[in-house]
């Protein structure tokens, strides 16, 4: 038999002598070939037989009135302790969690990645394979129960990195706390939770730390303030002074407007609306939930009334509050300005009545600030008596007295000194104080205006009367910071209860 080259040959010269083909034609393809050399079409892959059955379930005659959450609840099932090996790296178009809508290969490449993520080993994969394995959780498939489907669910978000998919995983995870009645301190990693409890803090204002509270404002302003100039320069005065605006602003709302109005003016009302369990994925009921209320935290409350669920809560942004933000920004425009920073900030948008408030809120804080820097002068009264003998040695040491002459009669001794009648007031009544007249008579000038004691310097009589009443009052009465004696505000009632008009 002659060689197949050799004939191949022959009959290609026997065809372009007889004018087969055109002579402007060229290929570098040969006329005929080989059978090995023309490509063959791929072999149709081997169906497992659990692929069958499972594709079969939906037409099954006792299947055929089934809603699809239960036949996607049996095909669930059946699948339940399949694994593969077998790496699908073709495009998937599919956005429904189901089994049917799957080929086999894309099937076979499911069943290999859901192997390796019950493992803990979450690979890379379509979303459609997410779906699948989240509605296989939610309907407690391939787990003990809804505590380890929640352990799945979470980890599945945590080996995430697309911030959109983990925020669906997370809407998936709450609904799954809920509906199972799991502890609600399970989702307190959930960003939405974590602004509830950023909102508990800004309405119940005054039981909250300055820390905290001005984490809260951060956290749901649209207006970041820790990206603020003035906040990394003066990162203390800067928050002292937002949680003071904020509690003042808080309290003149509930005053005039009622109770957690601000709040309700930047961050709306409370509503119920109904909600959608599980959005995306297919969850089958398989009995029908007992009336019951479910609360989450003092800003989230589900409830549950005849099979259909509600939520009751802020329907709000709890990331991005323009008004929270636009207030917020307000603020540091007036405090900036009050507290002396280098640099100001326009565009305040504040209400006259709110800037008031600001205004008049940094203001105490201003005075409270140097009262307390004022109160930090400390005098130890028990070393007062020590200095007086040092003084009264000092003075006899200085003193030098003329020595009698021989045989002169020693001078008497002086009768002691009566001692000091009770200081009375001008007005005749016995005041309570340890002082002198002229320093009764200055306190008098100081509280009611009248005449001041002539020939005695303020700051004396001043340093004078502190130091007598540091022991009644535990402090300084009289503030000279200023230059000029003033009575600390705090103790100017009681001592007009002392020295009368």
Request: net charge negative; with cysteine.
């Amino acid at each position: 038999m002659a060689d197949i080259s050799e004939l191949l040959k022959k009959i290609g010269e026997n065809l372009r002598k007889n004018g087969a083909f055109d002579d402007t034609v060229y290929t570098d393809v040969p006329i005929l070939r080989r059978g090995s050399e023309i490509p063959q079409p791929k072999p149709r892959e081997h169906t497992p037989d659990k692929f069958t059955e499972l594709r079969e379930l939906p037409y099954r005659s006792d299947m055929r009135f089934e809603p699809v959450e239960s036949i996607f609840l049996r095909q669930a099932k059946l699948m339940e302790n399949y694994e593969d090996e077998y790496e699908y790296d073709g495009k998937l178009l599919v956005f429904e969690p189901s089994y049917s809508e799957l080929s086999g290969e894309q099937l076979r490449g499911y069943f290999t990645w859901r192997k390796y993520a019950r493992k803990g080993e979450i690979r890379p994969a379509h979303m459609t394979f997410i779906r699948l394995y989240a509605s296989e959780l939610i309907n407690n498939i391939g787990v003990s129960g809804p505590a380890e489907a929640h352990e799945q669910l979470v980890r599945l978000r945590d080996n995430w990195e697309r911030p959109s998919t983990q925020e669906t995983i997370n809407s998936w995870i709450r609904d799954h706390v809920v509906y199972y009645g799991l502890p609600p301190e399970l989702l307190d990693s959930d960003p939405e939770i974590q602004g509830d409890k950023a909102m508990e803090t800004l309405m119940n204002c005054s039981q909250s730390s300055d820390s905290d509270l001005f984490t809260a404002l951060a956290a749901l302003s649209s207006y970041k303030l820790a990206s603020s100039s003035f906040y990394r320069e003066r990162p203390e005065d800067f928050t002292e002074a937002i949680c003071a605006v904020w509690r003042a602003l808080d309290a003149h709302y509930r005053e005039h407007e009622g109770e957690t109005m601000l709040f309700t003016r930047l961050l709306g009302r409370r509503v119920k609306c109904g909600c959608y369990m599980f959005g995306a994925l297919i969850f089958c009921e398989q009995k029908r939930q007992p009336d019951r209320e479910y609360i989450v935290n003092s800003i989230r409350r589900y409830e549950c009334s005849f099979g259909r669920w509600y939520l009751d809560t802020y329907h709000t942004s709890r990331g991005s509050n323009k008004m929270l933000g636009d207030l917020l920004r307000s603020a540091e425009c007036i405090i900036r300005e009050k507290l002396g920073a280098k640099y100001k900030l326009t565009g305040s948008t504040a209400t006259k009545t709110e800037t008031a408030v600001i205004v008049k809120t940094l203001e105490k804080l201003a005075e409270a600030k140097k009262r307390a820097q004022a109160e930090m002068i400390e005098i130890d009264v028990t070393k007062l008596g020590d200095i007086r003998k040092a003084a009264d040695i000092t003075r006899d040491k200085l003193i030098v007295e003329d020595e009698p002459e021989p045989g002169a009669d020693t001078p008497a001794p002086e009768p002691a000194p009566e001692p000091e009648p009770e200081q009375k007031t001008e007005s005749g009544q016995v005041s309570d104080l340890p002082l002198t007249a002229e320093e009764i008579s200055y306190l008098r000038h100081l509280l009611y205006g009248s005449e001041a004691p002539a020939g005695i310097m303020p700051s004396l009589l001043a340093d004078a009367i502190n130091e007598k009443l540091f022991d009644i009052f535990d402090d300084t009465v009289l503030d000279m910071n200023g230059g000029d004696p003033l009575i600390i505000e705090d103790y100017a009632e009681e001592l007009k209860g002392t020295i009368p008009e």
